[in-house]
T-cell receptor, first 109, second 113 residues
Framework: GQNIDQPTEMTATEGAIVQINCTYQTSGFNGLFWYQQHAGEAPTFLSY??LDGLEEKGRFSSFLSRSKGYSYLLLKELQMKDSASYLCAVKDSNYQLIWGAGTKLIIKP | DVKVTQSSRYLVKRTGEKVFLECVQD?????MFWYRQDPGLGLRLIYF???????EKGDIPEGYSVSREKKERFSLILESASTNQTSMYLC????????????FGNGTRLTVT
């Protein structure tokens, strides 16, 4: 079967750095997406990786290793507004999105 | 900015009722999707559409149908609501292309009693 694994919940301190991991086992791979979802709101697109390596976008970076079936989202200089759920999703060989259950990130002052 | 609008934020319906969830996007996107989101589970795809009058079943289509008569509008229909359809329903749209991200509406929280 197809599977995306993320930690259920993480806690970090304002101003610090946090890494949210995502491992996947899918039938084929056609890209990996990260979305942010604040409580009660719509998910919003953060990043897309299809080649190995690190993609940096301001305070957020996303890394992909296709050989390891692994990605992480790195958040630097954490702010209270970064408290949200972070969803990892992979496009399989049929270009269908397979979603992880999401990681709830709690930021403490 | 893409706007995806879902007609209701909260709905309460009774078992057996027919329920319509409406979704409209304003950016001329070809693709539209309906997902449900339940605690502890990843988003699950109910139906999707790549063009007007086209529809494809997702992973959990049972008990649902859809309609796409106009490019901007994608409706989800629960033919006879049941309590196990109590959930958050998310509509999304995207451009054609494998790298195009999804743009989501704010969701409709449906409670079936």
């Amino acid at each position: 079967g197809q599977n995306i694994d993320q930690p259920t919940e993480m806690t970090a301190t304002e101003g610090a750095i946090v890494q949210i991991n995502c491992t996947y086992q899918t039938s084929g791979f056609n890209g990996l997406f990260w979305y942010q979802q604040h409580a009660g709101e719509a998910p919003t697109f953060l990043s897309y990786n299809v080649l190995d390596g690190l993609e940096e976008k301001g305070r957020f970076s996303s890394f992909l290793s296709r050989s390891k079936g692994y990605s992480y989202l790195l958040l630097k200089e954490l702010q209270m507004k970064d408290s949200a759920s972070y969803l990892c999703a992979v496009k399989d060989s049929n270009y269908q999105l397979i979603w992880g259950a999401g990681t709830k990130l709690i930021i403490k002052p | 900015d893409v706007k995806v609008t879902q007609s209701s934020r909260y709905l309460v319906k009774r078992t057996g009722e027919k329920v319509f969830l409406e979704c409209v996007q304003d950016m001329d996107h070809e693709n539209m999707f309906w997902y449900r989101q339940d605690p502890g589970l990843g988003l699950r795809l109910i139906y999707f559409s790549y063009d007007v009058k086209m529809k494809e079943k997702g992973d959990i289509p049972e008990g649902y149908s859809v309609s796409r008569e106009k490019k901007e509008r994608f409706s989800l229909i629960l033919e006879s609501a049941s309590t196990n359809q109590t959930s958050m329903y998310l509509c999304a749209s995207s451009l054609k292309g494998e790298t195009s991200p999804l743009h989501f509406g704010n969701g409709t929280r449906l409670t079936v009693t």
